[in-house]
């Protein structure tokens, strides 16, 4: 059993959304896809809009993300998330 790491990024669907929020159910949704949060930051993109990255440990037998990337993406304030990054875990 390998684990990979896998980060996404949410983009939410207008500057005055509250990111905080985002970011808790999006914590909420990894963990009951079987994912273990590792750490969250707010990014700045443009013109007051900022994304939240969120990074997570995932068995690599469970496949693809993209049901959890649609369930996070249709939560109400969202515009969109996506994978930025996968790596698989050693050690």
Not at 50 to 60: C, G, L, R, T, Y
Not at 68 to 86: G, N, Q, R, T
């Amino acid at each position: 059993m390998t684990n990979v790491v896998i980060t996404f990024k949410i983009m939410p669907a207008s500057p005055e959304t509250d990111l905080s929020l985002i970011e808790q159910k999006a914590k909420d949704a990894i963990v009951r896809f079987g994912g273990l949060v590792t750490s969250t930051a707010i990014e700045p993109v443009a013109f007051g809009l900022k994304a939240v990255k969120i990074v997570f440990n995932s068995d690599e037998a469970k496949g693809s993300t993209d049901v959890l990337e649609e369930e996070i993406a249709s939560f109400s304030d969202i515009e969109s998330c996506m994978v930025i990054d996968v790596r698989r875990a050693f050690g």
